[in-house]
């Protein structure tokens, strides 16, 4: 690939993830950019009929011995993917444009949003992006994906009404263009205009006309491609333009929204911030819908640390499900000045509130909670001791593996014990308990073959672990004899 190529093709790129980061997935502009891009990557593709490979680092592009570096406009777009731990981008063949939309979507996403979905790949997977592949660097710390939610539906991204007013084609018009005034003098007179346009449908109440400015803003807000101040007097006009009825359609569009959806609202809060909290808990606190309650509970973690102060206050409160939802928002959030808010919970005697105490704080403090948990599982009750059993696989530190074979092999009660062998799997240090497992099954097996319950239920947590547990039962397999022969080769012939 010729040098100007390659810089085409990095430059619509740039361009591209600006927009998407500028505008909602919605707006003509990133439809526009996204068709733009596409059409460069199909013609690079048929003319050199191979897949495009560029590889990343932290100032520079690579692709076919081309590298382009310390490059002034394409340089901050290397580092963006590359905080986005992207290592190397393939393009495919068979590449369609709802992909390249789905990436630009991904890639436009908060780093924080990307740590917490599992990576850019994990992403792409949700969004059924099969001809573009990531490359990762390792995320060695990186968490397992929460919740994968339903994957990107295109045709159900809300279409907004449109009013035929001249007022609001002008606002239309000026949405578009605002790209091209940020980080400008002139930014300010058009923000400042934006303001004025938008003010009447606040009057009469036409939310989606005033939500189509706050999408774009919220965006522009929170864009990495944007000055400190632009993004300051961004968000002054955004909190110029919310009040109570506002903020209460808001949340009802949130949770009515998909996930695609969900996310340009989602922007808006964060910018919103403080005013937005006691509308955001006040539903979550009325709201019966376990669904809905989930979503609200997400948006509220998504608020980010901003919101503990307040949370901390809610603690006060005596009524259990207020406490239980505080807790696991808290749990969230996942900051270690929480701890001693937590703790308080720790043994707290409504079992609601204690599990999630429970649960936030094995997850905040980690290897550090062992010591704590230790205490309580010794003098707890049967229903303190599964809390803490299924908690143990929020720690993502080695140490708790050894510490879950310590309470398995001293606890007596048999559920529990099952409970813990169970979430051995789930655990980190994953050669040490695959060794464990193995002894476990050969000396529960008798000469005959004959398995225990205790073994029946390691090879089920063996099966559990993938590729490493997978290995451990094909070596076992070789030797075995009698009903636990038979139960292996199941196993292996159900996974195969």
Do not use: C
């Amino acid at each position: 690939m010729e040098r100007k190529e390659f810089e085409n093709l990095l430059t619509g790129l740039n361009r591209a993830l600006r927009l998407f980061s500028f505008y909602p997935v919605s707006h003509p502009a990133t439809s526009s950019a996204a068709e733009s891009l596409f059409s460069t990557v199909d013609n690079l593709i048929k003319k050199y009929d191979k897949i495009i490979e560029i590889e990343i680092s932290r100032n520079s592009f690579t692709i076919a011995g081309e590298i382009i570096e310390n490059h002034p406009t394409l340089s901050p777009l290397a580092y963006e993917l590359f905080k986005r731990r992207i290592k190397k981008l393939f393009f495919l063949p068979g590449i369609t444009p709802q992909e390249l939309k789905s990436f630009l979507i991904a890639i436009s996403m908060d780093i924080d949003s990307v740590e917490k979905a599992g990576g850019i790949d994990k992403i792409l997977i949700q969004y059924k992006v099969q001809n573009i592949w990531i490359n990762e660097i390792d995320f060695s710390l990186r968490k397992e994906l929460k919740e994968q939610g339903p994957p990107v539906n295109f045709n159900a991204v809300v279409n907004m009404p449109k009013a035929e007013s001249p007022e609001f084609s002008e606002l239309q018009r000026i949405l578009t263009e605002v790209e091209s005034y940020v980080d400008t003098p002139q930014f300010k007179t058009v923000l400042k205009r934006i303001r004025n346009l938008a003010y009447p449908f606040i009057e009469e109440k036409q939310w989606y006309q005033l939500l189509s400015a706050l999408e774009v803003l919220s965006h522009i807000a929170s864009s990495p491609f944007v000055s400190d101040e632009s993004r300051e007097l961004t968000r002054k006009t955004i909190l110029s333009l919310i009040n109570r009825e506002v903020l209460n359609f808001l949340i009802q569009e949130y949770l009515a929204s998909p996930l695609i959806r969900a996310r340009e609202i989602i922007l808006i809060f964060q910018q919103a911030g403080r005013i937005s909290y006691p509308f955001i808990l006040r539903e979550l606190i009325e709201n019966e819908d376990k669904v809905e309650r989930r979503k609200l509970i997400q948006l509220s973690a998504r608020m980010g640390k901003s919101i503990l102060d307040y949370l901390y206050r809610l603690l006060d409160d005596k009524r259990w499900y207020i406490l239980r939802n505080i807790l696991l928002i808290i749990g969230e959030i996942e900051d270690p000045e929480s701890l001693p808010y937590i703790e308080i919970f720790l043994q707290y005697p409504d079992i609601r509130v204690k599990r999630e105490a429970i649960r936030a704080y094995a997850k905040i403090s980690q290897g550090k909670s062992i010591k704590k948990l230790k205490g309580l599982y010794k003098k707890g009750d049967k229903e303190t001791k599964k809390i803490i059993a299924n908690a143990l696989k929020l720690i993502r530190e080695k140490e708790v593996t050894d510490f879950t074979i310590e309470l398995f092999e001293k606890e007596k009660n048999k559920e529990i014990k099952e409970l813990l062998l169970s979430n051995l799997s789930y655990l980190p240090d994953k050669e040490r308990i695959s060794n464990y497992l193995k002894k476990l099954i050969i000396k529960n097996t008798s000469a005959t073959g004959k398995p225990k319950e205790v073994a029946i239920d390691a090879i089920q947590s063996l099966n559990k672990m993938g590729t490493g547990g997978t290995k451990i039962l094909l070596e076992l397999n070789k030797t075995a004899r009698g009903n636990l022969k038979k139960i292996i080769e199941s196993l292996l012939s159900h996974e195969q």
